[in-house]
């Protein structure tokens, strides 16, 4: 159980890929304005369900999902739910930083054209300002029309995090965003993730326990498709109660 608001509820939530039941009844809350992270051995589960809040394992051929995804009171999985709307509340930053083909101000730009939700001034203010939410905009202020990939890996990771934040999202998703980082640029990804935390709900999936310690207030450990023990990040890296996760953290597999 979580302490406080609640930002994303899950329910017995089942993903097949196929014939492989990847994900098996899964049920945790998600405390609004927090950091949740997600642990666990390769192929534990772990993306896959990160994925299912925003409905991205659709994506793959032969993916089937049931249970539940509750966000604001309303299962993003039924039926009538707009997609596109759901991905513009609940943003994606991915392992690897994949930068768009264009400029930096370009790139955060991206999606405000695609929704119309800003033009002429309008839009280069919200650029400066989602620059700033990312802890960029000093780097790139007078870099804004050259190429993105111009910028360093930690800058480019920071732009795509500021290309999410440009569309107004409530819920970030980050997948491994720091693992293709040096130490400096991990660590200022961490002081970042922190920061966005007074505003937004974040879920991060990390194979470095070290970075779930040190960034998030509760931790969920997954193996084999299942949650094996859910709860606050000091408790669980410190006094776990199930043997899997003690095995797990300390090292004996995984």
Not at 24 to 30: E, R
Not at 45 to 50: A, C, M, P
Not at 87 to 93: A, D, E, L, P
Not at 176 to 198: F, Q
């Amino acid at each position: 159980m979580v302490d406080g608001d609640i930002s994303v509820s899950i329910g017995d939530l089942n993903v097949y890929y196929g014939d492989f039941h990847a994900i098996k009844h899964v049920s945790v809350d998600i405390k609004a304005r927090d950091i949740t992270a997600f642990i666990g051995p390769s192929g534990s589960g772990k993306s896959t369900v990160l994925r299912a809040v925003d409905r991205m394992n659709e994506l793959i051929p032969g993916a089937r999902t049931t249970g539940e995804v509750v966000i604001d009171d309303r299962n993003i999985y039924e039926p009538d739910v707009d997609v596109v709307e759901l991905r513009k509340r609940v943003g994606m930053v991915f392992q690897r930083a994949n930068p768009f083909p264009m400029s930096v101000f370009d790139n955060v730009a991206y999606g405000l054209r695609i929704h119309g939700t800003a033009s002429g001034k309008e839009l280069g203010a919200h650029v400066e300002r989602s620059l700033r939410a990312a802890a960029l905009w000093d780097e790139v202020k007078d870099k804004l029309r050259q190429s993105a990939f111009a910028l360093s890996g930690g800058q480019q990771q920071r732009l795509c995090i500021a290309r999410v934040l440009a569309v107004g999202p409530e819920i970030l998703l980050m997948d491994e965003p720091a693992s293709a980082l040096d130490p400096i640029s991990t660590l200022r990804i961490e002081d970042l993730m922190r920061d966005l935390a007074k505003q937004y709900t974040i879920i991060i999936v990390t194979h470095n326990m070290q970075q779930a310690a040190r960034v998030s207030t509760y931790t969920g450990f997954f193996l084999s498709g299942e949650l094996i023990e859910f709860g606050r990040s000091d408790k669980i890296f410190t006094k776990p109660e199930d043997k899997r996760t003690e095995g797990y953290i300390t090292g004996r597999f995984g």
